[in-house]
């Protein structure tokens, strides 16, 4: 027969935030869980940044800065190699990986002007093209690198997204924000075709030439792309929170570290 539990003990102190030992209890879990390096995922993100920034340089060796930097799809690039060099440091450092909402960023703009590219350009008469058509030994590589920015760039993102990236880190409030930046161009190439009339390449893309379409055709176009990009915006949210978790991180027992279920 086991003793009655005294009623008149008295109630531990709890353990202030601070205190080292409540420190499993409220720290968040990317505290806790440990680390490690991954130097296949750094070397793929490299080669990853390397070949946009290339991609990026033969264009504008061909076209001119002025006119090819003014290209969102080169922009994008651009964007994307930086946030992959920084990516695979801190994946070779073991460092925390970069905030969702800039990853994602990268991602849905890349992948977007992918589509932009194949469904209203890849077809157009005349040709569509960043430069100006220079020939030579350097404008040999054009055709390269285009297909390297329109294709090859955004299905190895989206593979690094997919494979290497661990899921649920995009969040649904950061969509809308995620269009400022196609809305700031926007804004800046019709500004540009106003400013400078007679420059080259006065608009980058066609379906917003407002010398041949006018501005309301021009502004009714770049409405259905927004909403396009932002039903994308969602769509990437939404499969990245049903998406399984590719990285599996090393407890330093050696064993795999499982979320507990339910």
Do not use: C
């Not at 703009?109 to 030994?137: E, K, M, Q, R, W």
């Not at 930046?181 to 030439?209: K, N, V």
């Amino acid at each position: 027969m086991t003793a009655p539990i005294p009623r008149d003990l008295p109630d531990l102190p709890a353990l202030p935030r601070t205190h080292p030992a409540s420190a499993p209890l409220f720290a968040p879990a990317r505290a806790v869980v440990p680390l490690a390096r991954r130097p296949l995922t750094a070397v793929y993100r490299l080669l990853l940044a390397l070949l946009a920034a290339g991609a990026v340089l033969v264009e504008t060796l061909l076209g001119g800065p002025v006119r090819v930097l003014s290209h969102f799809t080169v922009q994008s690039a651009l964007l994307l190699a930086l946030v992959m060099l920084a990516s695979a440091r801190r994946a070779w450092s073991a460092r925390h990986p970069l905030p969702g909402s800039i990853t994602g960023a990268a991602l849905l703009y890349v992948i977007t002007a992918a589509l932009v590219h194949h469904v209203l350009l890849a077809d157009a008469v005349p040709s569509f093209s960043t430069t100006d058509g220079t020939t030579g030994a350097v404008g040999r590589l054009e055709p390269l690198a285009a297909h390297t920015l329109h294709t090859v760039l955004p299905v190895a993102a989206v593979l690094d997204w997919l494979l290497l990236s661990p899921p649920g880190r995009l969040r649904l409030r950061r969509a809308a924000a995620w269009m400022l930046y196609p809305l700031a161009h926007l804004a800046f190439t019709l500004a540009r075709g106003e400013l400078f009339p007679g420059s080259p390449a006065r608009y980058p893309y066609p379906f917003l030439d407002v010398a041949r379409h006018g501005y309301r055709h021009v502004l009714a176009n770049a409405l259905l792309l927004g909403l396009a990009l932002y039903g994308l915006a969602v769509l990437l949210v939404a499969l990245d929170h049903i998406r399984p978790n590719p990285v599996r991180r090393p407890s330093k027992t050696g064993f795999r570290l499982r979320l507990p279920v339910g």
